[in-house]
Nanobody
Framework: QVQLVESGGGLVQAGGSLRLSCVAS????????MGWFRQVPGKEREFVAA????????LYADSVKGRFTISRDNAKNTLYLQMNRLIPDDTAAYYC????????????????????WGQGTQVTVSS
């Protein structure tokens, strides 16, 4: 029922920054957790980061910890991913996701526990 729409992807040089946005619309927003996943051709979709909508608690993949920051604006039903010090391995399609299962329900890194998905936005990092 909930629609998620990502934006903010693009082409950037290694060492640069991008900020992705994800707006929830199309009905009552009820996700307890929102997250970002990424995928490159020929590989499985990979967990990037997650945030508790109410408390703001966060979880990051080791590959992005210290470089990426997930945040949300509750009033605007908008999720963000600030990506700094980008490297070519960050190149991927980035997907916004939401789940009704709560923060303590387990499986935060498991894409199968998420209920809503955006269409993806491409991030390309040149070397």
């Amino acid at each position: 029922q909930v629609q998620l729409v990502e934006s903010g992807g693009g082409l950037v040089q290694a060492g640069g920054s991008l900020r992705l946005s994800c707006v929830a619309s199309g009905g009552t927003f009820s996700s307890s957790v929102m997250g970002w996943f990424r995928q490159v051709p020929g590989k499985e979709r990979e967990f990037v980061a997650a945030i508790s909508w109410s408390s703001g608690s966060t979880l990051y993949a080791d590959s992005v910890k210290g470089r990426f920051t997930i945040s949300r604006d509750n009033a605007k039903n908008t999720l963000y991913l600030q990506m700094n010090r980008l490297i070519p391995d960050d190149t991927a399609a980035y997907y916004c996701a939401g789940r009704t299962r709560g923060w303590y329900g387990g499986g935060l890194r498991d894409l199968k526990t998420y209920d809503y998905w955006g269409q993806g936005t491409q991030v390309t990092v040149s070397s």
